[in-house]
T-cell receptor, first 113, second 115 residues
Framework: EDQVTQSPEALRLQEGESSSLNCSYTVSGLRGLFWYRQDPGKGPEFLFTLYSAGEEKEKERLKATLTKKESFLHITAPKPEDSATYLCAVQAVIYNQGGKLIFGQGTELSVKP | NAGVTQTPKFQVLKTGQSMTLQCAQDMNHEYMSWYRQDPGMGLRLIHYSVGAGITDQGEVPNGYNVSRSTTEDFPLRLLSAAPSQTSVYFC??????????????FGPGTRLTVT
């Protein structure tokens, strides 16, 4: 069964304290792995797409990496405005499933000044 | 571009009532989908469409209907609302093509309460 597990469920950091969020996945053929940011009361906001093991993407203080079993979202010197829930999702290579995404439960990140 | 828009933002229904959640996108995306988000359950796919006139069921389709008569619009109908349908509903859209994965863009959500 295709599955996505994110850890930790919640993470509290001090401003400037770097850390990583983990997304472990099992899928019958990975088409793509996605990272989203979700602020309270809003829809998920797209951050990155990763397609193959070894790939890395960066955006400001965020860097996403991918292996054959997991993805990491590294946050370097975070600021309070980075506080949000970060969602990981995978898309499997399954005929007739269209663009179906399988989401993890998310990691709630809180960055204190 | 407005992106993905959803109406209404909030809705309260009584058990047994029906309603339609509206979703529209102006990015000419082929793929559109509806998710529900519940605490501790993550985002779960309700229905999706890969083009006008084509729809299919996702993970939790019971109690919901969809149709896609145009590329831009993908309404979600609740046939007879139940308290278990209390949730936040998100519409999303993306390009679509076999052999390629595309990011999905989400709307702002509709918060639905069924009493």
């Amino acid at each position: 069964e295709d599955q996505v597990t994110q850890s930790p469920e919640a993470l509290r950091l001090q401003e400037g304290e770097s850390s990583s969020l983990n997304c472990s996945y099992t899928v019958s053929g990975l088409r793509g792995l996605f990272w989203y940011r979700q602020d309270p009361g809003k829809g998920p906001e797209f951050l990155f797409t990763l397609y193959s093991a070894g790939e890395e993407k960066e955006k400001e203080r965020l860097k996403a990496t991918l292996t054959k079993k997991e993805s990491f979202l590294h946050i370097t010197a975070p600021k309070p405005e980075d506080s949000a829930t970060y969602l990981c999702a995978v898309q499997a290579v399954i005929y007739n499933q269209g663009g179906k995404l399988i989401f993890g439960q998310g990691t709630e990140l809180s960055v204190k000044p | 571009n407005a992106g993905v828009t959803q109406t209404p933002k909030f809705q309260v229904l009584k058990t047994g009532q029906s309603m339609t959640l509206q979703c529209a996108q102006d990015m000419n995306h082929e793929y559109m989908s509806w998710y529900r988000q519940d605490p501790g359950m993550g985002l779960r796919l309700i229905h999706y469409s890969v083009g006008a006139g084509i729809t299919d069921q996702g993970e939790v389709p019971n109690g919901y209907n969809v149709s896609r008569s145009t590329t831009e619009d993908f309404p979600l109908r609740l046939l007879s609302a139940a308290p278990s349908q209390t949730s936040v509903y998100f519409c999303a859209s993306s390009y679509y093509g076999t052999g390629r994965s595309y990011e999905q863009y989400f709307g702002p959500g509709t918060r639905l309460t069924v009493t």
